[in-house]
């Protein structure tokens, strides 16, 4: 399975919304509604944040969003906080029994 | 409250084999697949392979396949990963995660850095 494509790196100011951007094949994004969204921080394990391409799991603030439009997801938080400062991966179902994960992009709040 | 405890972090010597652990508490083990993801100093996430339970059914990422090995015990609710044949490109911390019921990974173990030097 080839690594879903992010870019290497977001940005925002406080209280501004940005969109981090997911793409990958008509064999994984393309073929499953079943794109999640990580959440890391240094030093820390990944923390699940968007699943189902646009689902939140309990105690996630509503801030996260998701969607999906042919081979590309996306994740946007609105109303950036300090505290969303860190590396997000999205990953999706391959098919097969397989799952691939983004290249991961650093969110810099200013 | 889940929690996925895994070993502590080893030191290796390329060509060796190095053996991770990941005990599960706080939920049913035997109903949820488990998954093994790395993830190289400043680089991608990137997965490995789950091993489930009921039949002890086991999927390895290409990449992979023929060097790692994923068992569990299910009365200790521990779930392993051997890697073998270890080169420095395998540094790296070492996470098992739980797969949820919508093909998601909802639960992390603390990760695990396996050091491959000599």
């Known amino acids: 399975q080839s690594v879903l494509t992010q870019p290497a790196s977001v940005s925002g100011s406080p209280g501004q919304s940005i969109t981090i951007s997911c793409t990958g094949t008509n064999s994984d994004v393309g073929s499953y509604n079943l794109v999640s969204w990580y959440q890391q921080h240094p030093g820390k394990a990944p923390k699940l944040v968007i699943y189902e391409g646009n689902k939140r799991p309990s105690g996630v603030s509503n801030r996260f969003s998701g969607s999906k439009s042919g081979n590309a997801a996306s994740l946007t938080i609105s109303g950036l906080q300090g505290e969303d400062e860190a590396d997000y991966s999205c990953c999706s179902y391959a098919g097969g029994s397989a799952w691939v994960f983004g290249g991961g992009t650093k969110l810099t709040v200013l | 409250q889940v929690q996925l405890v895994q070993s502590g972090a080893e030191v290796k010597k390329p060509g060796a084999s190095v053996n991770i652990s990941c005990k599960a508490s706080g939920y049913s083990s035997t109903k949820y697949a488990i998954h093994w993801v790395r993830q190289a100093p400043g680089q991608r996430l990137e997965w490995m392979g789950w091993i489930n339970d009921g039949n002890r059914n086991t999927r390895y990422s290409q990449k992979f396949q023929g060097r790692v090995t994923f068992t569990r015990d299910t009365s200790a609710s521990t779930a392993y990963v051997e890697l073998s044949s270890l080169r420095p490109e395998d540094t790296a911390v070492y996470y098992c995660?739980?797969?949820?019921?919508?093909?998601?990974?909802?639960?992390w173990g603390q990760g695990t850095l396996v050091t491959v030097s000599s």
């Open positions: 995660a739980r797969e949820g019921p919508s093909y998601n990974f909802d639960d």
